[in-house]
């Protein structure tokens, strides 16, 4: 096979689809945590529960 394989991914962003290269800083950050997170937790399934710093502090 000499054909380059190519992977796009996109979201939903207040009901549009967006391409991920579209995403603000912010949006990125914002994804890559949420990424973390939900990894990590099924990881970890019944022994850790990850959450956000910002969210731990607010439940504080």
Do not use: H
């Amino acid at each position: 096979m000499d054909k380059d394989i190519r992977c796009e991914s996109y979201l939903w962003v207040q009901g549009i689809q967006t391409s991920t290269e579209d995403l603000t800083p912010t949006q990125r950050e914002a994804l890559a945590i949420w990424l973390k997170k939900e990894y990590l937790n099924e990881l970890c399934r019944g022994k850790y529960a990850f959450t956000p710093r910002e969210q731990e502090e607010n439940m504080k």
